[in-house]
């Protein structure tokens, strides 16, 4: 990641047009000025940030849109809560807890995953939607790769 006055007004945007984000925290991120981050938000007209408790989301899929973000390569970050010790991105809402993986799956795919949901990309821990399978997809993925004497395919 390029930091400090190599990194573009455009990337600042791109960092502010986060949910709930700070011009500290772009700053710190991005190895740039406050000042530089904070007249870039003040130009484009963006709301100051609010520290404290953020209103609930009304919906079950507005909580899961709201902590997605896409990535300049294709893939999905996460930006909310994440299981302690393995970073595995957790979706919880009102009484209701899942990775955020099965949520994205489901959304995605319009039916509930079968088994594991393991992503396709190497991105660590990507939440794209295309970048996600469950058991069925993998065994049909694996089936297709075999050769007919059980060979993987070249």
Do not use: N
Request: glycine share 10%; net charge positive.
């Amino acid at each position: 990641m390029r930091r400090g006055e190599q990194v573009t007004d455009a990337e600042i945007s791109r960092a502010l047009d986060r949910a709930d984000v700070s011009v500290l925290a772009v700053a710190r991120e991005l190895g740039c000025g406050y000042a530089r981050v904070r007249g870039i938000r003040e130009r484009r007209g963006l709301p100051v940030y609010q520290r404290g408790r953020r209103a609930a989301a009304a919906s079950w899929d507005e909580a899961l849109a709201e902590r997605l973000l896409a990535t300049p390569d294709g893939h999905v970050d996460w930006t909310g809560a994440r299981q302690a010790g393995s970073g595995t991105p957790i979706l919880h809402w009102r009484e209701r807890k899942t990775t955020a993986a099965r949520a994205v799956f489901a959304k995605h795919y319009g039916r509930e995953p079968v088994g594991k949901v393991s992503q396709t990309c190497e991105y660590e821990h990507c939440l794209h939607g295309e970048h996600l399978e469950d058991r069925p997809m993998r065994e049909q993925r694996r089936a297709r790769e075999e050769g007919a004497d059980g060979r993987v395919a070249a």
